[in-house]
């Protein structure tokens, strides 16, 4: 078996897999083009939002449009740290991020206007899937450095089984491995 099925919300999806380094095949969720699925994990994941959360905070790729969707229905506005530096960037926030679960170590960036937005501001981090922790780390420690407070951490889903060092909410459970 090389899938999992998930159903967030009444909508169904069979999560394929990719061979990632030794760890063998992991499930992939994607976001990205699946509005339904999307949607439907966005609206789940409204209460897990904690109160008194004024910006969320996630990482350019998979997260992106879920992270939209939180923003579309709970009214919050939201930040992205970006992977790459693009030419426009005034003196951004770098903040290399440790070797993550897919063994590649990645240095992210928050330029300064957006970093502004943060400053004062209580922070929810937004994740696609948390399975060591590492993304969620790094961008606590962006929010932190731009003045705002981290005051929760939620992923649509949880991979492995793994001790997480921070307190995480998730609406699902997918396997380490497949």
């Known amino acids: 078996?090389?899938?999992?099925?998930?159903?967030?919300?009444?909508?169904?999806?069979?999560?394929?897999s990719a061979?990632?380094?030794?760890?063998?095949r992991v499930p992939l969720v994607e976001f990205i083009g699946d509005s339904e699925f999307t949607n439907a994990v966005a609206q789940e994941m409204l209460v897990m939002i904690p109160e008194g959360t004024e910006v969320l905070l996630t990482v350019v790729t998979n997260a992106l449009p879920l992270t939209h969707?939180?923003?579309?229905?709970?009214?919050?506005?939201?930040?992205?740290?970006?992977?790459?530096?693009?030419?426009?960037?005034?003196?951004?926030?770098?903040?290399d991020a440790p070797s993550m679960t897919l063994g590649v170590a990645e240095t992210f960036w928050?330029?300064?206007?957006?970093?502004?937005?943060?400053?004062?501001?209580?922070?929810?981090?937004?994740?696609?899937?948390?399975?060591?922790?590492?993304?969620?780390?790094?961008?606590?420690?962006?929010?932190?450095?731009?003045?705002?407070?981290?005051?929760?951490?939620?992923?649509?889903?949880?991979q492995g089984e793994g001790a997480l060092s921070l307190p995480f909410k998730y609406l699902e459970k997918l396997p380490a491995t497949i």
């Open 1 to 16: 078996m090389n899938e999992v099925t998930v159903r967030i919300g009444g909508v169904e999806r069979t999560l394929p």
């Open 19 to 24: 061979r990632v380094g030794s760890m063998g």
């Open 69 to 95: 969707e939180l923003s579309d229905r709970s009214g919050l506005p939201y930040e992205c740290v970006r992977k790459k530096r693009r030419p426009y960037m005034t003196d951004p926030l770098i903040q």
């Open 110 to 158: 928050l330029d300064s206007p957006h970093a502004a937005r943060l400053k004062g501001k209580k922070v929810a981090i937004v994740q696609d899937v948390i399975s060591s922790g590492g993304t969620a780390q790094t961008l606590g420690r962006i929010a932190e450095r731009a003045g705002g407070t981290v005051v929760g951490y939620l992923a649509a889903f949880r």
